[in-house]
């Protein structure tokens, strides 16, 4: 079992800048595929970015690509995804999902393990 904890969202003006942190308990933290997810009113959750468990390789959705950093601190058992130059349409519930001893995806349905969300508003 792996539980998953978001913090580190808020409001912020277009143009700020949040790090959202997602911290990991309950299996080897080294051994998780992270993937960070939104999900706007309305809409279906998105993948956004992610890191296998095997090497520093990191991946994100075109939308956020030069914008959005996602990095991992094995010691602290913690996932960041570091958020510049937002966008009003960055506004979402954004949560962290793992995968155990499997590579990254961009499929949400593929992640067991999922945090609670945290809120992230971009104003204009």
């Known amino acids: 079992q792996v539980q998953l904890v978001e913090s580190g969202g808020g409001l912020v003006q277009a143009g700020g800048s949040l790090r959202l942190s997602c911290a990991a308990s309950?299996?080897?933290?080294?051994?998780?595929?992270m993937g960070w997810f939104r999900q706007a009113p309305g809409k279906e959750r998105e993948f956004v970015a992610a890191?296998?468990?095997?090497?520093?390789?990191?991946y994100y959705a075109d939308s956020v690509k030069g914008r959005f950093t996602i990095s991992r601190d094995n010691a602290k058992n913690t996932v960041y995804l570091q958020m510049n130059s937002l966008k009003p349409e960055d506004t979402a519930i954004y949560y962290c999902?793992?995968?155990?001893?499997?590579?990254?995806?961009?499929?949400?349905?593929?992640?067991?393990?999922w945090g609670q969300g945290t809120q992230v508003t971009v104003s204009s």
């Open positions: 890191l296998p468990w095997y090497n520093d390789n990191t």
């Open positions: 999902a793992g995968r155990i001893l499997a590579d990254y995806t961009t499929s949400a349905p593929a992640y067991g393990y």
């Open positions: 309950g299996r080897t933290f080294s051994s998780i595929s």
